[in-house]
């Protein structure tokens, strides 16, 4: 992250491959276990791509990007902002009706 890794992948989140979107949201998915990361992801905009991934992902996408929500949500500025970014709604659909590892 301190190579300035996160917008990148935010980017490729956004914009990239199918495989590079999964790719790019499993990479954050890590990243986000670091306090300081998970403000540097939601600054470079990461909160939005993540949450379009778990609302109209694939089913890797949806597991990646619901993990790295997690994560992030850990952080009380990002709740609010995953909130506003309209991720509350993708997530609790994943809980009941999502793969085993998108519940």
Do not use: C, M, S, Y
Not at 29 to 37: E, G, H, K, P, Q
């Amino acid at each position: 992250a301190k190579a300035g890794g996160i917008a990148p992948l935010v980017a490729l989140a956004r914009d990239g491959t199918d495989g590079q979107k999964e790719e790019a949201a499993g990479a954050l998915v890590n990243l986000a276990f670091n306090a300081d990361n998970k403000v540097a992801i939601a600054k470079a905009g990461g909160i939005a791509p993540l949450v379009a991934l778990a609302r109209d992902g694939t089913d890797g996408q949806q597991v990646h990007a619901a993990w790295a929500l997690a994560n992030l949500a850990i952080n009380a500025d990002n709740q609010v902002a995953i909130a506003r970014a309209g991720g509350i709604a993708p997530l609790v659909a994943l809980a009941p009706g999502g793969t085993d590892g998108e519940k």
